[in-house]
């Protein structure tokens, strides 16, 4: 076997160690909820315990994201249900087959991730996922050695990189005086005034950071990759992943009816189809309209994935059959996130978030928008939600920037990259790829944590040069 670059053995080395040792996101999940626990009812003193369990329960906690959970649900199922319709999975697979060997193709996943993470996050998710396993799939049809896991993280990289792009929480929300008031409160609201795009996203601070993780991100996953031959575990995708999950008999000309009756015609009628897609399809636009573009959201983005599966499918029999296997898919998604509303109605209910927040508040000026970022990416730990991040963080870090001469701006972005940088280490978010692609957490959170270390460097040193 030919002698390995240093970053290709350091690959092989956290594919082994975090293989041994990290758990299923269902039972990280149950170990967060019992520290927070713990520590609330520390931080609480007296009857502690009972008020950070009421906390945990409330409405405010374990309830509090179903609505969400809900819609990363029908996201999810959507969503392979588009990569199962025929004109989706044959031009996947052409844009797989532009990577001639494993480096490029495990390359083009990461910037595909990335480039799709910029326009929307939850776009890049999902789709990010879906693109994996299909290049998984293209590889192992075409007998390249490729570590399965290593495109399974490639398209989970676009996840650092979102923030920076045009469905960012804090960018978007800091726009209008009214958004600014509800989350800063209006005397301090008044203070910071409302920051415009042009400033923020536009910025040359963002500029700088987004576009080097979008360039850096394809770069790192490929000096992950080994040469040809030269993988001691390839590990390619199972044999059997696209049929279960991605089955290719959801298109219009399979499944050739047993009778012929009318009820029969119906249910594979595509007047069926276009019945719901034509009035959805004016919805969705009506809804992008009266915004301007500017607030697509999630429930945008599930009619946008409802209307395409549906008319792409051709018939509701064959939409129906393809959603299926990603409805099986979401139990995890339904199951974690209930667990991570109470850890953040915990954090939040007893204080221990904005301590958390405020923890390097009194820092000089030169590194405060640098620390502002790591406790940021330690918040995002216990809070994964860039909107309940920026509800927590803003405040006390906005108000600290001002007594210390620092950029609003640039303190904002800081707190934006932080709840970016960390989820390559939280599983909240992993659970949709991991559902999509068939791998474990285990099998992709050493790529994903080295991706995480070249990428908060580069964030880093962009701060502190703009605090120069």
């Not at 002698?3 to 990280?28: E, N, Q, Y």
């Not at 979008?214 to 199972?238: E, N, R, S």
Request: contains cysteine; neutral net charge.
């Amino acid at each position: 076997m030919p002698r390995l670059p240093p970053l290709v053995r350091l690959g092989f080395a956290v594919r082994r160690g975090f293989g041994r040792f990290t758990p299923d996101p269902f039972v990280v999940a149950v170990g967060m909820t019992l520290v927070t626990l713990l520590a609330g009812a520390l931080a609480v003193g007296d009857g502690g315990l009972v008020r950070a369990v009421r906390l945990w329960s409330a409405a405010g906690g374990l309830w509090s994201l179903l609505a969400f959970a809900g819609q990363m649900a029908l996201m999810l199922t959507l969503g392979t249900a588009l990569a199962a319709a025929p004109p989706v999975r044959r031009g996947l697979e052409a844009l797989a087959r532009l990577a001639p060997g494993p480096r490029r193709l495990v390359g083009l996943v990461a910037f595909v991730s990335c480039t799709l993470c910029l326009f929307n996050w939850s776009l890049g998710l999902v789709c990010g996922a879906m693109f994996a396993r299909t290049a998984g799939d293209e590889a192992r049809r075409r007998g390249l050695p490729l570590h399965y896991p290593l495109l399974c993280a490639a398209g989970y990289a676009g996840m650092m990189v979102w923030h920076g792009g045009l469905s960012g929480t804090a960018p978007l929300k800091a726009t209008t005086l009214a958004d600014l008031t509800e989350v800063l409160g209006p005397e301090l609201a008044a203070r910071v005034g409302p920051i415009g795009l042009t400033g923020s996203l536009l910025g040359g601070l963002n500029l700088a950071v987004t576009i080097g993780l979008w360039l850096l991100a394809p770069l790192v996953f490929m000096a992950l990759t080994p040469a040809a031959g030269a993988d001691p575990d390839p590990h390619p995708a199972p044999s059997g992943h696209v049929p279960d999950a991605m089955p290719p008999e959801t298109g219009p000309e399979a499944h050739a009816p047993s009778d012929t009756s009318g009820l029969d015609r119906l249910e594979r009628s595509p007047l069926v189809v276009w019945a719901l897609a034509l009035p959805a399809a004016a919805a969705l636009v009506f809804a992008v309209g009266d915004t301007a573009g500017a607030a697509i959201d999630l429930n945008a983005i599930n009619l946008a994935l409802w209307v395409l599966a549906l008319v792409l499918h051709g018939r509701p029999d064959a939409f129906v059959r393809a959603c299926d296997a990603g409805a099986r898919a979401s139990a995890g998604i339904l199951l974690l996130f209930p667990l991570y509303g109470g850890i953040m109605g915990v954090m939040k209910g007893t204080g221990l978030a904005a301590a958390l927040a405020g923890l390097f508040a009194a820092a000089d000026p030169r590194v405060f928008t640098t620390l502002t970022f790591v406790s940021a990416g330690v918040l995002n730990l216990f809070v994964p939600s860039g909107g309940g991040q920026w509800a927590v963080q803003g405040p006390i870090v906005m108000s600290a920037a001002l007594e210390r001469g620092v950029d609003p701006t640039h303190a904002m972005l800081a707190i934006a990259y932080g709840d970016q940088w960390t989820n390559m280490l939280q599983p909240f978010w992993a659970v949709p790829l991991l559902a999509i692609t068939g791998v474990r957490a285990r099998d992709i959170i050493g790529y994903c944590t080295l991706w995480m270390f070249a990428g908060g460097l580069w964030i880093a040193a962009c701060l502190l040069l703009a605090s120069l």
